[in-house]
């Protein structure tokens, strides 16, 4: 069986049409930036140094300008136009990720139809999360199938109606806003039909820059002119939440500064914030953890699976099963900011699940 990796490049054209991708340098700036040093930074990546130099100055031909400045005492550092392209590589990165993964796995499925004999993979549709992406990791790892598509709770749950995924992945929060939430999942799960199983609990809130330079104390700061938002895409559960949240308080969502904006992954939000392109965000807390945010927590969830109760028993859905109720697997979820795996591989049945009885 073959594997498919998708990455995400930028590539600079100068205007005479010359090309040159920034896939090789970018790892040179970022450890020059961390030992202050470009002939330390060719060594580590086991470069020669006029080899290094190089490929600085190539970047720099197409670019412009110099991603290298020199300081008394200081040695070499990056310059502004460097910490951009460093932050740009980072960027791109982020905000595609959940999808490149996404598209890896669908290319790799489609072409080892023609190479393997047919597998019984387990299909997940899901809306992103750390712990998602740590199953996907561990079920590759012990060469279980997995085909994973990243998609909006509601997506997700529709899917498992249509029959066109084995495990949809979706999350509610804890307390007022439940019921709500829960009412949208009801209209395409049957209890009948369909049961939950608990993956974790996590927290969700605010994305700050370091230091709160903003001064954002919660929710309520959103209704401020000089405050500049990044929401997640129509549609997702993080989405529902948020509009619900700030009608309670009086926040016309629509007057929220960047709230049309629209973003696929935890991931990418925190990129965004990181990068100074917004001054707040709302997502996950192993996010903001990653790329050095503060985190405000709001609200507390679960985050489910739905799947149809007579395949649970079955491969490969039982495989599954077992690996979410091991040790090794609740250990691996608990190492995540925010993230509780407590419940994590028990089933519930519809209304206990939906109605929050777990907690």
């Given at each position: ?154 997506e997700s749950v529709t899917a498992l109606a249509r029959g066109e ?140 699976f739905a799947c149809e109760r007579q395949a649970l028993e079955r ?45």
């Amino acid at each position: 069986m073959i594997k498919i990796e998708c990455q995400a490049q930028l590539v600079v054209r100068d205007q005479d049409g010359r090309e040159a991708s920034l896939t090789d340098v970018v790892p040179l700036l970022s450890l020059v930036n961390e030992s202050g040093s470009i002939s330390q930074a060719a060594t580590l990546k086991g470069l020669s140094y006029r080899h290094a130099w190089g490929l600085l100055r190539a970047i720099e031909e197409r670019l412009g300008g110099a991603l290298i400045a020199k300081e008394r005492g200081r040695g070499s550092v990056l310059s502004e136009l460097g910490l951009a392209v460093l932050r740009a590589q980072r960027l791109c990165g982020e905000r595609l990720d959940g999808n490149m993964q996404a598209l890896a796995s669908e290319v790799a499925s489609d072409l080892n139809r023609w190479l393997a004999p047919p597998t019984d993979n387990v299909r997940i549709y899901a809306s992103h999360g750390y712990a998602v992406a740590a199953l996907v990791t561990e079920l590759v790892t012990r060469d279980i199938g997995v085909e994973i598509k990243y998609r909006d709770s509601g997506e997700s749950v529709t899917a498992l109606a249509r029959g066109e995924c084995d495990l949809a992945g979706f999350h509610l929060p804890r307390g007022e806003f439940r019921e709500a939430c829960a009412d949208v999942y009801r209209h395409w799960l049957d209890p009948q039909r369909h049961v939950l199983v608990h993956l974790t609990q996590r927290k969700q809130g605010l994305f700050l820059a370091k230091g709160n330079p903003k001064e954002i104390a919660g929710l309520a700061d959103l209704r401020r002119d000089d405050i500049r938002f990044v929401n997640r895409q129509p549609g997702s559960g993080t989405r529902m939440l948020l509009d619900l949240a700030l009608r309670r308080i009086d926040i016309d969502p629509d007057r929220v500064n960047g709230y049309a904006s629209a973003e696929l992954t935890h991931s990418a939000i925190a990129a965004f914030v990181a990068s100074g392109m917004a001054d707040v965000g709302f997502g996950v807390e192993p996010a903001a953890h990653h790329f050095g945010l503060d985190f405000v927590p709001v609200v507390d969830e679960d985050y489910y699976f739905a799947c149809e109760r007579q395949a649970l028993e079955r491969a490969p859905l039982a495989a599954v099963v077992a690996l979410l109720r091991s040790g090794a697997f609740h250990e691996s979820v608990a190492r995540l900011e925010g993230y509780d795996p407590l419940h994590c591989g028990e089933v519930f049945d519809l209304d206990t699940g939906l109605g929050g009885a777990v907690a």
